[in-house]
C-alpha cells in the first residue's frame, strides 16, 4: 500500500491531492453506520469519498450524493467514484454544503466534520477547510442537514468526545432524538471520539463503548471483527 493509494478489500481509494488520508476514524464511522434499509444518502465533507464507498459496499440499493469543497479532495473523489463498480449510484457535488441547493431529502445523511473549533490555523488553506469548522460549523451543519433529512431518516456524525455534549444540544430545538452513542477508546482509558446518530423519528437507542487498541499497542479483537469486511490487509 503506497501513501497515495489505500486499499480496502473491494476498492481502493486514491489520495493524492488531498491533506487529510484515510485513518482510523473514517474506518470505525463507516464500519458502524447503519445503512441497512436506507434508499437515499447524503455524504457531508466527503474527502476522498471513503463513507460514500464504504455505504454503497454496505448497501446495494443505495444512492449516495456526496459534496467536498476542498478542490484537491474532490479531485480524489471523483477519480475514486469513477473507479469502483458502484459508480452507477453516486454522484460528486464540488460546493460549499452551506451554498448547495439539493434537488431532493435522503434518508441517510453522514459527516465526518471539521472538528477543532479554537486550535491554531495552519498556513494551508486546505489544511484548515478539512481540520477547522469555521467553514462549517456544527450548528449551522445540523441546521441545514436537518432540512434535508427525512421524517424517518438518520443523521450520522462523529467528533471528539469532548464535544458530544455540545452536538447533543444541537440536536434538541431540531426536535431530533438521540438514536446511537457509541463511545471510541483510541486505548484503554482514553476515549478519543464520539459517534452519535440522531432522528426526528423515535428509535430504540443504542449505546456501546470500542476499543480500537489494546494496552499493548495491537488491534483490539473487537476492531478487527468491526472492520472486517473492509480492510485490505490482515491485522495485528
Request: aromatic share 12%; proline share 5%; hydrophobic share 40%.
Amino acid at each position: 500500500m503506497s501513501g497515495s493509494v489505500f486499499q480496502f478489500k473491494e476498492f481502493e481509494i486514491f489520495q493524492e491531492n488531498t491533506t487529510l488520508k484515510v485513518g482510523t476514524d473514517a474506518m470505525v464511522f463507516g464500519s458502524l453506520i447503519n445503512a441497512e434499509n436506507k434508499r437515499s444518502a447524503l455524504d457531508i465533507g466527503a474527502g476522498t469519498g471513503v463513507l460514500s464507498l464504504m455505504l454503497a459496499q454496505k448497501n446495494p440499493e443505495l444512492l449516495i450524493e456526496a459534496i467536498e469543497i476542498e478542490a484537491g479532495a474532490a479531485k480524489d473523489c471523483d477519480f475514486n467514484f469513477q473507479n469502483t463498480p458502484w459508480k452507477n449510484r453516486l454522484k460528486l457535488h464540488q460546493a460549499d454544503f452551506l451554498n448547495h441547493d439539493f434537488e431532493k431529502q435522503f434518508d441517510l445523511i453522514v459527516s465526518n466534520p471539521p472538528f477543532y473549533a479554537n486550535g491554531l490555523l495552519s498556513a494551508s488553506p486546505n489544511v484548515n477547510l478539512s481540520k477547522h469548522n469555521k467553514a462549517l460549523p456544527f450548528d449551522l451543519l445540523f441546521k441545514k442537514s436537518a432540512s434535508y433529512l427525512t421524517a424517518s431518516g438518520e443523521f450520522w456524525v462523529i467528533a471528539p468526545y469532548e464535544q458530544g455534549d455540545i452536538l447533543k444540544k444541537l440536536a434538541q430545538p431540531l426536535e431530533w432524538h438521540l438514536c446511537s452513542e457509541i463511545m471510541v477508546f483510541a486505548k484503554p482509558d482514553r476515549p478519543s471520539r464520539l459517534i452519535l446518530s440522531f432522528s426526528p423519528s423515535l428509535k430504540e437507542k443504542v449505546c456501546f463503548e470500542l476499543l480500537i487498541r489494546e494496552a499493548s499497542g495491537g488491534y483490539s479483537a473487537q476492531y478487527k471483527v468491526l472492520t472486517q469486511d473492509f480492510h485490505g490487509i490482515k491485522l495485528n
